[in-house]
């Protein structure tokens, strides 16, 4: 299987099992709220379904009906840029349940078939930095698994971690820089050495062996401080060195501005940003 196809695979495997949950739920639990201030399972899912419809937008940039589409897009987003990706979530979780599901089924499908016709190595427009068709479905992966870990969280239990994570991990690892770079703070110079161990047991290494900076530990506990679900405190993470425990206060898998994190376990004020 190809890089993209094995993506692909793990990402349907990741929306199958959070559709699984959401589907059999009745109207008001669909309401109930989750840690992401002011958003209900349903606009969890509706976000993941706007934003797959995006991603599928953009992988069609390349001929020029497909453009003048995203274009399009873009200009709207620019018109309330704060707001534009809240807004549409907010809207899509107005539908009713069933109809949101088929929406979102619709959606997954389309970037699917969007990101299998797009050329591997050419770059499609994103809100962010442009992004080949792997990156893409690594980060719809990393989102998927976030926001379900929201819906697991407000349904009072997470489902057992599997390795598909590690494309999450791996994302988490390559957004190093740019965790630094929103906060105003210059990335360091030197490599890392990342070293995680998977659900299976299985070692992840990311970075050369000899590397002064290193994390080590869990990946599910990496995976959940990158995608900023849990505190720092609330790892089993080991950092050696300033600029990799500094890594660890800040990191985020996600693209845009810093987010609030969460606080310890515990806290009143413990809860996740949207990602």
Excluded: N
């Amino acid at each position: 299987m190809t890089l993209l196809g094995d993506l692909l695979a793990d990402l349907d495997a990741e929306a199958a099992e959070l559709r699984s949950v959401v589907a059999g739920l009745d109207a008001d639990t669909w309401a109930t709220p989750t840690p992401a201030p002011g958003w209900s399972i349903a606009t969890q899912v509706a976000h993941l379904a706007w934003t797959d419809e995006r991603a599928a937008l953009a992988a069609a940039a390349r001929t020029p009906a497909g453009r003048e589409a995203w274009d399009a897009e873009v200009a709207r987003a620019l018109t309330d840029p704060a707001s534009y990706v809240d807004g549409g979530a907010h809207e899509l979780a107005r539908l009713d349940p069933t109809e949101l599901l088929a929406h979102w089924d619709a959606a997954r499908a389309a970037l699917g078939e969007a990101l299998c016709a797009h050329p591997s190595s050419e770059r499609m427009p994103w809100y962010g930095p442009p992004m080949t068709p792997a990156s893409m479905a690594t980060a719809r992966l990393m989102e998927t698994w976030a926001h379900g870990l929201d819906v697991h969280d407000a349904l009072g239990a997470r489902p057992a971690p599997t390795d598909r994570i590690r494309h999450v991990a791996h994302l988490g690892v390559r957004t190093r820089d740019h965790a630094f770079t929103v906060r105003g703070e210059t990335p360091p110079a030197e490599p890392f050495r990342v070293q995680l161990e998977g659900p299976s047991g299985a070692m992840w290494t990311w970075g050369p062996a000899d590397a002064a900076q290193r994390v080590s530990g869990p990946a599910y506990d990496f995976c959940l401080l990158s995608t900023q679900r849990a505190h720092r405190d609330d790892t089993a993470l080991v950092a050696t060195g300033p600029d990799a425990k500094r890594w660890l206060e800040i990191a985020q898998a996600f693209a845009g501005p810093p987010g609030p994190g969460r606080e310890p376990a515990g806290s009143a004020d413990a809860r996740s940003p949207h990602g």
